[in-house]
């Protein structure tokens, strides 16, 4: 049995103390006969990786019960969380109660005394879960009204069914928010899809336990994206899916007529890889050594080289990477192709006649920031391809 450490419990009502301290002065004793306050948890708990929300229920100015529900890391430095969701019985200013943490069955059990000082709120006691038992001290507390408390929860989950056009989201980033009794259902399905998961989407947040359900991030050629909604749009469990924000960053994006560009009814991919190619070997004074697409996501990624001008007398090398993508402009039939195009990444290397000098790059890699196009070749490539730019201010194309 997994034994949960005193460090992930200690804190479990004192996080309440310090996030709410700062609305103290306007925390109110309720008004009406029945009321419902809270106590949130917002930073500080388990170094912010913990989610706590004490629910209390009031009778006039009395509080008749209370529930206690604790999300936290199932173990010290895990992306798996766990959760606990106890009934608190009030007896005079003593609160307990026992359960079991969902997700590794521990037993949980809750002892808290709460006594009310001024317009804030101090808990005391003992919180066990497994084997390990700790303390609890907690002072100036303030709460939440039901209002208060649910004007702070959020719930975008970023998902638009169909975007007017890709301005706001990107035609290769697809969400979908699926039931957590599903999710590996569908993760399977999507194993034989040609299509990337971000890592990062298959944690299971507290908002997910508490919800229900989870939304998983998938990148995907974007000439297929329409149809890959469609599909999982029927898989069980599947509650909504549609376009998110993604690579396109509009400062890095050209908009062009597809008319020259498209063989039938889709981009040319080599016309397009040769131009692209052209236009950033010249601007970079490098010279391109490959070019390949993505068949998962639609990605085009250039590699070029050049002489490294740090040490002359060495006669170094830089490799610089590209990263770019060509998608319609919106959903559906359209007469224009968007191009995207990454900050350069490059990397120096000894490629000299051996013996060789071996480099290590030990600093972050400045040009990979370079979000401001400082080697001009977003303007080049809208040169090229006779393309708009993205007016940021009016939100227009120009």
Same mark, same amino acid.
């Given at each position: 049995?997994?034994?949960?450490?005193?460090?992930?419990?200690?804190?479990?009502?004192?996080?309440?103390?310090?996030?709410?301290?700062?609305?103290?002065?306007?925390?109110?004793?309720?008004?009406?006969?029945?009321?419902?306050?809270?106590?949130?948890?917002?930073?500080?708990?388990?170094?912010?990786?913990?989610?706590?929300?004490?629910?209390?229920?009031?009778?006039?100015?009395?509080?008749?019960?209370?529930?206690?529900?604790?999300?936290?890391?199932?173990?010290?430095?895990?992306?798996?969380?766990?959760?606990?969701?106890?009934?608190?019985?009030?007896?005079?200013?003593?609160?307990?109660?026992?359960?079991? @943490?969902?997700?590794?069955?521990?037993?949980?059990?809750?002892?808290?005394?709460?006594?009310?000082?001024?317009?804030?709120?101090?808990?005391?006691?003992?919180?066990?879960?497994?084997?390990?038992?700790?303390?609890?001290?907690?002072?100036?507390?303030?709460?939440?009204?039901?209002?208060?408390?649910?004007?702070?929860?959020?719930?975008?989950?970023?998902?638009?069914?169909?975007?007017?056009?890709?301005?706001?989201?990107?035609?290769?980033?697809?969400?979908?928010?699926?039931?957590?009794?599903?999710?590996?259902?569908?993760?399977?399905?999507?194993?034989?899809?040609?299509?990337?998961?971000?890592?990062?989407?298959?944690?299971?947040?507290?908002?997910?336990?508490?919800?229900?359900?989870?939304?998983?991030?998938?990148?995907?050629?974007?000439?297929?994206?329409?149809?890959?909604?469609?599909?999982?749009?029927?898989?069980?469990?599947?509650?909504?899916?549609?376009?998110?924000?993604?690579?396109?960053?509009?400062?890095?994006?050209?908009?062009?007529?597809?008319?020259?560009?498209?063989?039938?009814?889709?981009?040319?991919?080599?016309?397009?890889?040769?131009?692209?190619?052209?236009?950033?070997?010249?601007?970079?004074?490098?010279?391109?050594?490959?070019?390949?697409?993505?068949?998962?996501?639609?990605?085009?990624?250039?590699?070029?080289?050049?002489?490294?001008?740090?040490?002359?007398?060495?006669?170094?090398?830089?490799?610089?990477?590209?990263?770019?993508?060509?998608?319609?402009?919106?959903?559906?039939?359209?007469?224009?192709?968007?191009?995207?195009?990454?900050?350069? @990444?490059?990397?120096?290397?000894?490629? @000299?006649?051996?013996?060789?000098?071996?480099?290590?790059?030990?600093?972050?890699?400045?040009?990979?920031?370079?979000?401001?196009?400082?080697?001009?070749?977003?303007?080049?490539?809208?040169?090229?391809?006779?393309?708009?730019?993205?007016?940021?201010?009016?939100?227009?194309?120009?």
């Amino acid at each position: 049995m997994r034994v949960i450490s005193a460090y992930l419990i200690g804190l479990t009502v004192a996080a309440a103390g310090s996030a709410m301290a700062q609305n103290k002065t306007n925390a109110k004793l309720p008004a009406s006969s029945n009321e419902t306050r809270y106590f949130t948890s917002i930073d500080g708990l388990m170094d912010g990786n913990a989610d706590v929300i004490l629910r209390e229920n009031y009778q006039g100015k009395t509080v008749t019960s209370a529930v206690l529900d604790v999300c936290y890391p199932a173990a010290k430095g895990s992306d798996r969380k766990d959760r606990f969701v106890v009934n608190l019985a009030v007896n005079g200013q003593t609160m307990t109660g026992t359960t079991q @943490s969902i997700g590794d069955k521990l037993p949980v059990s809750v002892n808290l005394t709460r006594k009310q000082t001024g317009d804030t709120y101090e808990f005391k006691g003992q919180i066990r879960v497994g084997q390990t038992a700790t303390n609890v001290v907690s002072t100036d507390n303030a709460d939440l009204s039901e209002k208060e408390f649910r004007e702070n929860q959020t719930n975008d989950d970023g998902i638009v069914p169909a975007p007017q056009d890709f301005t706001q989201v990107s035609p290769e980033a697809i969400a979908v928010k699926v039931k957590l009794d599903n999710a590996a259902d569908l993760l399977k399905y999507l194993k034989g899809q040609n299509v990337g998961v971000a890592v990062n989407s298959l944690a299971v947040s507290c908002e997910s336990l508490r919800s229900g359900q989870m939304t998983l991030n998938l990148s995907i050629d974007p000439q297929r994206a329409a149809d890959l909604l469609a599909t999982v749009k029927t898989q069980p469990g599947v509650t909504g899916a549609g376009w998110t924000s993604g690579l396109f960053d509009m400062e890095r994006t050209v908009r062009f007529a597809a008319a020259d560009w498209q063989e039938g009814t889709k981009p040319n991919r080599d016309k397009l890889a040769a131009a692209i190619g052209a236009v950033a070997a010249k601007v970079l004074s490098a010279k391109l050594v490959s070019s390949a697409w993505s068949d998962d996501t639609g990605k085009l990624t250039l590699l070029l080289k050049r002489p490294s001008d740090m040490f002359p007398a060495l006669n170094l090398t830089e490799t610089v990477e590209l990263n770019a993508m060509v998608a319609p402009d919106q959903p559906g039939t359209s007469g224009h192709l968007m191009l995207w195009i990454s900050a350069p @990444s490059i990397t120096t290397a000894d490629d @000299s006649t051996p013996p060789r000098l071996n480099l290590i790059d030990s600093s972050s890699d400045d040009d990979e920031g370079d979000q401001n196009d400082e080697y001009g070749i977003v303007d080049a490539l809208a040169k090229e391809f006779k393309a708009q730019r993205w007016d940021l201010e009016n939100t227009v194309w120009k």
